[in-house]
Nanobody, 116 residues
Framework: VQLPAFGGGLVQPGGSLRLSCVASGTIFSHTSMAWYRQAPGKQQELVAA???????NYADSVKGRFTISRDNFANTVYLQMKNLEPEDTATYYC???????????WGKGTLVTVSS
């Protein structure tokens, strides 16, 4: 399973970014997708997830600011991030979990830096 992620970069506080991750090598409609992040010196944390049935959950720290969505025709999962804060600075990873095996696959990550 390949999970290249796109859309990271430098943004000012209060700004927006949209991350995308295009999955290949899996039956996307039977794959749960998630975004994790890891900031320097901190533990990895789940940011948002959407399962194959469309159920969504978010970390409390991003509720109301981030939106996860998936396009099963394009094999793509998105993370729309608004009102970004310096605390959102991290490397963001796309993660796929196959419904049949529950095996996880991680992408290489994309760096988001929120700074003025």
């Amino acid at each position: 399973v390949q999970l290249p992620a796109f859309g990271g970069g430098l943004v000012q506080p209060g700004g927006s970014l949209r991350l995308s991750c295009v999955a290949s090598g899996t039956i996307f409609s039977h794959t749960s997708m998630a975004w994790y992040r890891q900031a320097p010196g901190k533990q990895q944390e789940l940011v948002a997830a959407v399962d194959s049935g469309g159920s969504i959950n978010y970390a409390d720290s991003v509720k109301g600011r981030f939106t996860i969505s998936r396009d099963n025709f394009a094999n793509t999962v998105y993370l729309q991030m608004k009102n970004l804060e310096p605390e959102d600075t991290a490397t963001y990873y796309c993660v796929a979990t196959l419904d049949v095996t529950l095996r996880n696959y991680w992408g290489k990550g994309t760096l988001v830096t929120v700074s003025s």
